[in-house]
């Protein structure tokens, strides 16, 4: 039997779908080595998701030691394939097509019912 929660992470983005942003988090294929012993680079793949985009308290972050060009991109974990969770190193543009990307720097929390999660992260040029 499993958990009361386990159907949380659909409902809670069933409930958003529509009232937050288009994201795309790109996933870096990483590198192969061909014949000759030379890196090839792998292919990126791309992920719609839901979710917001929201600045760091000033105070706090000067606090905590934060840059001041971090942000913390929340991001509705069943707007994703299944299995695919933004993770250290991923690139996320928000909102889709028109907004900067960032890079995530850490995994701030996942809420206990794995339905949303936030993101440390800065801006970097396009890929």
């Given at each position: 039997?499993?958990?009361?929660l386990?159907?949380?992470?659909?409902?809670?983005?069933?409930?958003?779908?529509?009232?937050?942003?288009?994201?795309?988090?790109?996933r870096?294929?990483?590198?192969?080595?061909?014949?000759?012993?030379?890196?090839?680079?792998?292919?990126?793949?791309?992920?719609?998701?839901?979710?917001?985009?929201?600045?760091?308290?000033?105070?706090?972050?000067?606090?905590?030691?934060?840059?001041?060009?971090?942000?913390?991109?929340?991001v509705?974990?069943?707007?994703?394939?299944?299995?695919?969770r933004?993770?250290?190193?991923?690139l996320?543009?928000?909102?889709?097509?028109?907004?900067?990307?960032?890079?995530?720097?850490?995994?701030?929390?996942?809420?206990?019912?794995?339905?949303?999660?936030?993101?440390?992260?800065?801006?970097?040029?396009?890929?």
């Amino acid at each position: 039997m499993g958990s009361p929660l386990d159907a949380v992470e659909g409902q809670v983005a069933a409930a958003f779908k529509g009232q937050l942003k288009k994201g795309t988090l790109r996933r870096d294929g990483g590198t192969t080595v061909d014949n000759f012993g030379d890196e090839v680079p792998g292919t990126a793949t791309n992920y719609t998701f839901d979710g917001t985009r929201e600045n760091i308290d000033a105070r706090y972050a000067a606090q905590a030691s934060i840059p001041d060009t971090d942000v913390v991109l929340l991001v509705i974990l069943g707007s994703l394939p299944s299995g695919i969770r933004p993770k250290q190193g991923d690139l996320i543009q928000m909102p889709q097509t028109t907004g900067p990307w960032h890079k995530v720097r850490r995994i701030l929390a996942i809420d206990p019912a794995g339905a949303s999660g936030r993101y440390q992260s800065y801006e970097v040029p396009a890929p």
